[in-house]
């Protein structure tokens, strides 16, 4: 029953070192999406894809780069970490279309120091 | 640009006490979402709605929304101490995609 799954949960990185953190779904989903959580602050939406091979920027991508090129996983990437980019990351994923609920990981803490 | 707002965003309130948490959105939309979260942990979602008019009730939750005044609630009754925790409204930006734009979130607190 693993639903949506993000690697690593916990990360502290140095400003200028790069990673990448990983969500796979087990659901079958079309859609998947990399959102940020701030304190304070509702989720927004870094970039996302509606479907294998495809992504699109959301509110906030600059900074990031993803990747889908399997179904089943969105690789979010951050080639040169900022403290700017402190933040929880959840990965979501959804069938897509109306009334589909959409299903959050449990969230990476990301720390730049 | 789409904005969502929640309101309060903070509230304390006393187990067996009804209250509402309102969320008002800027673009005509008729998808709004409601998700809960408990501190250090993922979004749980609580409600669809997809239609003026909408109700939908869970428990002691229910939540309605209203299309023409883009605006949805989300009602308390007889608060319980389980209930604590912070809720989202969420606003689809487009027809398709289930792109969400989040509100601010409201923080509720239920004390003995």
């Known amino acids: 029953n693993a639903g949506v799954t993000q690697t690593p949960k916990f990360r502290v990185l140095k400003t200028g070192q790069s990673m990448t953190l990983l969500c796979a779904q087990d659901?079958?989903?079309?859609?998947m999406y990399w959102y940020r959580q701030d304190p304070g602050m509702g989720l927004r939406l870094i970039h996302y894809?509606?479907?294998?091979?495809?992504?699109a920027k959301g509110e906030v991508p600059d900074g990031y780069n993803v990747s889908r090129l399997k179904k089943q996983n969105f690789l979010l990437g951050l080639e040169s970490a900022a403290p700017s980019q402190t933040s929880v990351y959840f990965c979501?994923?959804?069938?897509?279309?109306?009334?589909?609920?959409?299903?959050f990981g449990e969230g990476s803490w990301l720390t730049v120091v | 640009e789409l904005k969502v707002e929640q309101n309060p965003l903070f509230l304390s309130m006393q187990e067996g006490k009804n209250y509402t948490i309102y969320c008002n959105y800027s673009?005509?939309?008729?998808?709004l979402y409601w998700y809960r979260q408990d501190p250090g942990k993922s979004l749980e979602s609580l409600f669809v709605?997809?239609?003026?008019?909408a109700v939908k009730q869970e428990g002691r939750l229910m939540a309605s929304l209203d299309t023409k005044a883009r605006l949805s609630t989300l009602h308390i009754t007889a608060a319980v101490h389980d209930l604590s925790a912070t809720y989202f409204c969420?606003?689809?930006?487009?027809?398709?995609?289930?792109?969400?734009?989040f509100g601010t979130g409201t923080r509720l607190a239920v004390r003995p």
């Open positions: 894809s509606v479907g294998e091979g495809t992504t």
């Open positions: 969420a606003v689809d930006l487009e027809s398709s995609g289930d792109k969400l734009t």
């Open positions: 673009t005509t939309s008729d998808r």
């Open positions: 659901m079958n989903h079309e859609y």
């Open positions: 709605l997809l239609s003026n008019g």
């Open positions: 979501a994923s959804s069938y897509g279309g109306p009334g589909n609920t959409i299903y």
